[in-house]
Each structure stands twice: as structure tokens, then as C-alpha cells.
């Protein structure tokens, strides 16, 4: 059974409005969740690194403001897209280890963000 | 040149044929190295996980992993219909941090 929920699966909203997407892990402790985007026909890319309890570690060319990251507990973290734009329409991914960080990531379903 | 190289395909093979995806990498540091499979709008689902070179075998599916030649390969065994998906290639380097293969599009004629 699935590992990582991610909830909603699909949002659709209108330009400026920001937009809260959640990871859970679900019977197990994830001290660090991983945010992904993927474009349609292209491979995942890694956005940041959430670490619960302390700033998340964005990649090259993610803007921390835009993307904000709170993984306040063990077992959740939030993606929130702020002043959302037709160009932040994507699918959203996140993924989490079950173990050690050489355990394979486990991911939840995605969500798939459409702004008008 | 890419990290990671993968085929995107789409392979379009009948069903119960043996399928097999690749990937090669330029970098011998890697460590770790997974299979993921990803149908359309959902996350990617693991597959097959290894560290060493060698085969790994789980049902239908087989890992295989040369080292020396930095190349990795996925083989299906009796294909089904519902193994077309988008296959994922990622590998491990020594800071844990993953590099994906653009994914290869299977597709599984009836």
C-alpha cells in the first residue's frame, strides 16, 4: 500500500492565488521529504529538500519565496505556491525515505496544479 | 554531457515479449541505483533497488547492473498490457543525492 499521500490531487485556480499542497507519511517518521516538478514527457526535477524542523534546501533556479516549505512535524510537509501564475502550472511530486538516506524515495500520487 | 542517460522511447513492443530499458551513466562514483515505474499523473512507484553490480531479480522484472561498463538495464519478462508506463532510471551518488534518466515510454501491444 502507498507510503506518501499527497493531497489534493488536482487543483485548479485562478492567477494570484496561492495554492497549499501537503505530504504526509503515512506509519512511518520522515525526517526529510523531497519536492519535485515534472513537465509533461519530462523527467522529475528536484526542487528542494525539506528537513523537518529546519529550512528546507532549495536547488539552483528555485525561488525560495515562491515556493515556500514548512515540514513542521515528522510526518508532513507543505509545498505552498504563493501568487500563483499560468507558468507555475505543473505536476508537484513529493517523496520521502523510509529509512536511512540510501533507502529508496517512496512517492505520494502528485498533484496536478492548474492556474487560469 | 548528461549524467544520467536514458532513451525516451516511446518502445512499442507485442505483448509477451522480453522488454529491456537501459540506462548508462558517466560517473563511477555512483552507488545505488533504482528502477521506477510511472503511469500517467500518478507519482513514480519503485521498482527495483540494488548497490551492486550483478543481477537482482523480483518476479518479472530483473535488474542488472555492470559497473565497469556504467550501465544499468531493466529486463520484463511476459510483458503485459498493463506494463505500458513510463520507466525511470535513478541513480545514487555518495551524498545520497538522486540523478534521473529522462524516463523511457513502454508501450505493450495487445
Known amino acids: 500500500g502507498a507510503v506518501v499521500s499527497q493531497h489534493p490531487s488536482w487543483v485548479i485556480c485562478k492567477s494570484g492565488t496561492s495554492v497549499k499542497i501537503e505530504c504526509r507519511s503515512l506509519?512511518?517518521?520522515?525526517?526529510?521529504m523531497f519536492w519535485y516538478r515534472q513537465f509533461p514527457k519530462q523527467s522529475l526535477m528536484l526542487m528542494a529538500t525539506?528537513?523537518?524542523?529546519?529550512?528546507?534546501?532549495?536547488e539552483q533556479g528555485v525561488e525560495k519565496d515562491k515556493f515556500l516549505i514548512n515540514h513542521a512535524s515528522l510526518t508532513l510537509s507543505t509545498l505552498t505556491v504563493t501568487s500563483a501564475h499560468p507558468e507555475d502550472s505543473s505536476f508537484y511530486i513529493c517523496?520521502?525515505?523510509?529509512?536511512?538516506?540510501?533507502?529508496?524515495?517512496?512517492f505520494g500520487d502528485g498533484t496536478r496544479l492548474s492556474i487560469l | 554531457q548528461k549524467e544520467v542517460e536514458q532513451d525516451p522511447g516511446p518502445l512499442s513492443v507485442p505483448e509477451g515479449a522480453i522488454v529491456s530499458l537501459n540506462c548508462t551513466y558517466s560517473?563511477?562514483?555512483?552507488?545505488?541505483f533504482m528502477w521506477y515505474r510511472q503511469y500517467s499523473r500518478k507519482g513514480p512507484e519503485l521498482l527495483m533497488y540494488?548497490?551492486s553490480s550483478g543481477n537482482k531479480e523480483d518476479g518479472r522484472f530483473t535488474a542488472q547492473v555492470d559497473k565497469s561498463s556504467k550501465y544499468i538495464s531493466l529486463f520484463i519478462r511476459d510483458s503485459q498490457p498493463s506494463d505500458s508506463a513510463t520507466y525511470l532510471c535513478?541513480?545514487?551518488?555518495?551524498?545520497?543525492?538522486?540523478?534521473w534518466g529522462a524516463g523511457t515510454k513502454l508501450i505493450i501491444k495487445p
Open positions: 525539506s528537513n523537518e524542523g529546519s529550512k528546507a534546501t532549495y
Open positions: 506509519d512511518f517518521q520522515a525526517t526529510t
Open positions: 560517473n563511477s562514483a555512483f552507488q545505488y
Open positions: 517523496s520521502a525515505n523510509l529509512g536511512p538516506s540510501n533507502q529508496p524515495q517512496h
Open positions: 540494488t548497490y
Open positions: 535513478a541513480i545514487g551518488d555518495s551524498n545520497y543525492q538522486l540523478i
